[in-house]
């Protein structure tokens, strides 16, 4: 690289601060976390391709069990004197602190990086803010703050030398969301420079500190009151030396690159009065702001806070205009309870001394406020309202911006028309389909723009909640300056709706400028498009004076050759349309960036992929409309008129997307909200529904068994309901015995479907003269939908058949248990959640869930609706997140209670025995609960004794009715994937399982961290590539049944309901019905494996053919009955490994990157498949005796 | 005893080859091809369809599952760009040519026109000593004519031979109305060697399950047949390399060819059924055979067989079938 030639990349925060931090240490301790991931990742790919640090080594990156872990390693590493970092965010911050009072304590080198994120209250969130930092801030870190892309690169470094030179170890953090996910043209730092910052001497002081048996010393040792406070008092000069040390690094970097910072920067009028101090990106938007208002005459002033630990009075007080009169102090946290938030405080009480010490004459108006929690939008518009706050002589303490708190009143107004002079900016925003290419295009067309041309660019994207038919926001910003707005567009020149229904679904136009343009991915043309459009857009495009363009993109997409991806199709129209660049060269531009992007492929996909923007253009129109509306108005319902009154008022909102208009007020106050509420939510995300030929059904129920979405449903009914059913509601007689005059009758909910196939591909039944043509078949939902919507109220009436007597031991029966995990937001065919219905069916009236955080919490538990639901007896799961590392504790509190109230309860009834009458007593507390008519009748008599009990005053009796739900029994189920159980919660999970009490363990084992992209974990499989993995995992997997085994007195099962679905069956109950800690491994299928998911059945077989997932179950009871407790469930495999792996990329990948070492892992891998094998039927063939005894 | 052989003009050290197999798919296994006696291996193929399919499968799994939801923005290492099945199978050229001396051949299966020269030049830049091409045709279209169809070969095979240097063998169905005079047209649009023949999908029936079974089986010895006849008619009327490749179960077989006129003999069912080290048995037991008869080379006994030196070529034409079905009455 060229010491002085100017590198542009376009890259986002995370990639800009990895970059230099990969390239500056030795090691990298990493774990997975949102939205810090993509850093551990970056340094793990780089890693495996082989990127050689500045010191031309590749640095070690060692993936741990948890940040918790991470840190650790962190600090071994530091101490044996090498050169280290982590990245993290959020809990995981959380998870280090310990860990970091050592580091800091020890005065010891290293930078974590940290992308900025809230913690878990109320509910969890993965957005940006600073609750995270602001908890670590008493660890003896510094913490170095960058507010941008660019300066999340320099910063890297800038903390990386002053760390070194300084001793102490620094947090280097931006904003979560904002800053780690803009991506943003900027200037990266050569290789050279980064290696003239770090004078050798500062990295051979850090090894000599290490530990060394060659001069051996001891560091880390007890100490007692007579000397632990002096020496903490010894780093004390270290720490006053911080500030003129970052100083020094900031301006050596500035002589180097010309950028400079300062520790608190200050901008604005020389004679500002009013003042804001804040950190972070928000800062840039201040800044934009403030120099907007000056420009109207305003004084205003913006002190940016980069070095926050240690917090320096004199360089604060040299930044702060001795004119200013009032300051705001805003922080993007909340410390509940406390005299102010922590900024506030540190400034409050910095300003002070000053005073105190003369250094200021006269103290100015302080005020805090709170802004940006959770990534919420922080716009000119409230930076404008705090200054205008500032104004007044009594500005308001303690407020909030951005929010409507009306119940505490700290919210200021703001004026949302407020904007900034946007004319120099070209802004797109594309609304598309997770998954479309629409981010991945623009994406492209930044770093074509931004690399090619003299342009800034900016983009940012917004994903909505769901896992499945998620859509995407693109924010696109071009410009001929730097571009410092880390808030979203609400002003488009361009506007683009790559999927049609959308026209219908979202408001797209209201963010549309008077005059711009709006592109339609339109399969109708440009004289009939006009008609398709609602009332409501046409009135916008007319009033707005919109200029109109259509393109069938998928038409053209079809036509060259490229069929589904009309990614580069939409990318060329706003190439073309945008005016960022002119026409001509645009397209010059973008046929560039092909030839560029599939060199490697040859001249042949050139040339298509430049067919393709040929065509795009010959077949760009733009519409000529009518100056009238001449569709009808439609307004949109979000909800039906049925819904409770909490999912109308509030949740229906959210779901509007307009939930920031929510007050305070509508909150629920602890976090609490109500369960079942994805019914209410149509998303109507496929166009391919499942059709049911009740003709050809065998009415095994397989369908609805393995609906992940529980779309498909079945009961049966006595033929007279049909009098009352609407034409073409389908059903058939029951083919069971036993049941005359009965039909059956398969819904599908057609709205709720995600058009995954796994009912059809899991169907048994065909036509004999037409074999394609089975019992369910995916067909066109258009024609049917009004149809099956009154088939739906309909089925919907017919009450659910009496469990009772229903056969809840074969997967026939399990069809007719009401489903209570409905329409998750859950990925189209997801492994995971036909467990999960299976439980809700099984035990959901009485289910408790512990629900570990990952993909399961987020379809379980993301609002605006959750999947978890009550029965008509306004019965169901009760479902609680705590944490990621916490579960099996959680839930094993879960079950203390559970214990503890039932003894309480019993103790009470024995108490009450004689009020209550001696038989019913008895009753209750002798009753048998195992089968479903009893668990019934428990039921019954609990309800029957609260009644009585409500009539009854005395204390026992008050305490009894509190706790008298406990007599019937508990399920208590803690649930969570692979990262959880294998990795950063096993611990716990051992020990709830070691505690012997009646718990319930499943394990969504997808065998990677699903929820967070695809990372390696202690199950992942030998041979498999991971992220964090990226060379093949070479190590095998944690065999966790067997370790779980070992205890002799735990109920054990490895299922796969692709594979097996009664084994699957027989053990979620077996584990129930034992009386103690019960662990289930279940086999999910998952995107992250790297194929279509609708062969997720089919490779569950493969899994368990090739040996790979052996069936099997470890039952107690057996053992007790002197019989052998380990059955195994499958057979002998009947395939190789590789026949099963090689289907996923997963496993296929390594093949093309890395051939010899896939076949070398491949072959280990197939060697510990037959050892596993051979231990295990060794095991199922022994003796009772030869197993651990139960007591 | 010397058992070179020559190959479309490459020098083998023996006559007996390792047809296109799965078995080629680990570089080990092709190294212990060469410790046992292979005259040269026939990588497994590639096929024009595999190709399409990979890339395509891998185009729609990585971009269905990329920018989907905030916290997975995609779900696999970015590793630049995967390697597609070309590249894997290149590399693969590359590492047995670092690992063996025997000639590698490649083999590309396809049935158009498209694809094949860019595979075939990457092939040869590989370092493959020679190429395969397996025209793996079903004419179902009932319009195609006969002439079309031999078109197709004939266009494909011009194509490849104009790009790249090393030879190029042709594998054939044994279902041309004038088989010969195809073998002569391939020649001239520049075929190196023939090989006598694929075996293509034919279909069965699951009368249970009224599906189709298509499951594949190894060749059988009683196979032979087709290829011998056809090996027998054409050695020497046809200045190609002629390859045999059907019913190869042990040196019986090879034996057979070679009189028939066969410059090589490939087997892979063999193999399956035996075990890489089943060549050194297939070489002794042809080096036996020779010796007993006296043979001191290959060329000694190659094409004795066939219908030219033979007294009467006609029996390989009609009156030995007459012959044959006399034999059963």
Redesign the interface.
Known sequence: MSKNKKLIATIDGNEAAAYVAYRTNEVCAIYPI??S??MA?LA??WA??GLKNIWGAVPDIMEMQSEAGAAGTVHGALQTGSLTTTFTASQGLMLMLPNMYKIAGELTPAVFHVAARSLAAQGLS?FGDHQDVMAARTTGFAMLSSVSVQEAHDFALIAQVASLKSRIPIIHFFDG?RTSHEVNKLALLSDEQIRSMIPDELVFAHRSRGLNPEHPFIRGTAQNPDIYFQGRETVNTFYNNMPGIVEEVMNDFAAMTGRKYDLFQYTGAPDAERVIIIMGSGGETVDETMQALNAAGEKTGLVQVRLYRPFSLEHLIKAIPASVKSIAILDRTKESGAAGEPMYQDVLATLVEALQKGLIKKLPNLVGGRYGLSSKEFTPAMVKAVYDELKKEHPKNGFTIGINDDVTHTSLSYDTSFTLDESTWRQGLFFGL??D????ANKNTIKIIGENTDLFAQGY?V?DS??SG?R?VSHLRFGPNPIRAPYLITKADFIACHQFNFIEKVEMLDFAKEGASFLINSPYDKNEVWSKMTGQVQKSIIDKKLKVFVIDATSVARDTGMT??INTIMQTCYFALSGVLPREDAIKQIKKAIEKSYS?K?Q?VIDQNFKAVDATLANLYEVDYPKKVSAAVNVLKIVSDKAPDFVKDITAVMMAGHGDDLPVSKMPIDGTYPSGTTQWEKRNISDLVPLWEPDLCIQCGNCAYVCPHSVIRAKFYHKDYLEKAADGFKSAPINARGFPETNYTLQVYVEDCTGCNLCVEVCPASD?SN?SRKAINMGEKEPILETEKKNIEFFENIPWNDRSKIDFSTVHGAQFLEPLFEFSGACAGCGETPYLKLLSQLFGDRLLVANATGCSS?YGGNLPTTPWAVNKDGRGPAWSNSLFEDNAEFGLGMRITADKQLGSAKQYLLELKNELGEAQVDEILNAKQVLESELALQHLRVQKLKEQLRTMSSSPAQHLLSVADQLVRRSVWLIGGDGWAYDIGYGGLDHALASGRNINIMVLDTEVY?????QSSKSTPTAA???FA?GGKSGGKKDLAMQAISYGNVYVARVAFGANPQQTLLAMREAEAYDGPSLILAYSHC??H???LKDGLSQQNKAVASGHWPLLRYNPVLRKKNQNPFVLDSTRPTMALRDYAYNE??YK?L???N??VA?NLMQHAQELVNLKWKNYEELATKKASDFVPIG | MKMHAKYMGLDLNSPIIVSACTLSE???NIVRMEDNGAGAVVLFSLFEEQIRHEEA????????????????????????????GT??YL??IR?AKERVNIPIIGSLNGITN?GWI?YSKMMEQAGADAIEINIFFIPGDITMSTSEVEHRYLNIISNIKQTVKIPVAVKLNPYFSAMGNMSLRMKNAGADGLVFFNRFYQPDFDINE??LKTDLHYSESSEIRLPLLWIALLYNKVKLSLAATTGVQSAVEVIKYILAGADVVMTASSLYKNGIPYLKTMNKELQDWMYMMGFDNLEAFRGSMSQQNISDPTAYERANYIKILDKAK
């Open positions: 949102t939205p991931s993509t990742e793990d790919e495996a391709k993965i969301f997770g998954a290419g629409t981010v991945g994207f994903y769901k896992k998620a995407t589904g991806r490697r040859g042949k004999p074999r987020i699903s929820n967070t992209g695809g590539t991971a992220k990226a995107i992250a790297g194929y279509d990329l997963r990948v093949t093309m990157t051939p010899e076949e | 680990q570089t080990d499968k891998f185009k729609s799994v990585m971009s269905e599952t990329s920018y989907a939801f905030a916290e997975a923005l995609d779900y696999f290492p970015d590793l630049d760009e995967f390697n597609m590249d894997e590399e693969h590492k498209e860019d009224l599906v």
